[in-house]
């Protein structure tokens, strides 16, 4: 059964960094392409970062670019999210997404077969 979990959230100031961390389980982390998205109250589901199997090729929304960074460690089946530079506006639930086929539209959705639960992120003084 695959399980994708995520964790590292919390409450941080503006100008701050997280660490957002998912742990993958009940596949072959290394065959699969992983994203993390996240979504605000009210909002749609937003693309924020993917990583190619290999980790040699990664890709970022406009809103983060620069900002957070995105990379898996296969030895450990985990995905991070580094996030740097903390806007109140990057405040919503993030997700980690795991995807079987390489991916062509990274940024949608729908093209991962995984999510995890979320886990909340705010950004507030």
């Known amino acids: 059964q695959v399980q994708l979990v995520e964790s590292g959230g919390g409450l941080v100031q503006p100008g701050g960094s997280l660490r957002l961390s998912c742990a993958a389980s009940g596949y072959t982390f290394s065959d699969y392409e992983m994203g993390w998205f996240r ?21 970022y929304g406009d809103s983060v670019e620069g900002r957070f960074t995105i990379s898996r460690d296969s030895a450990k089946n985990r995905v991070y999210l580094q996030m740097n530079s903390l806007k109140p506006e990057d405040t919503a639930v993030y997700y980690c997404a795991a995807a079987r086929l390489i991916l062509t539209m990274v940024w949608v959705a729908s093209e991962y077969d995984y999510w995890g639960q979320g886990t909340q992120v705010t950004v507030s003084s």
């Open 39 to 59: 979504q605000a109250p009210g909002k749609e589901r937003e693309f924020i970062a993917h990583i190619s199997w290999s980790g040699g090729m990664t890709e």
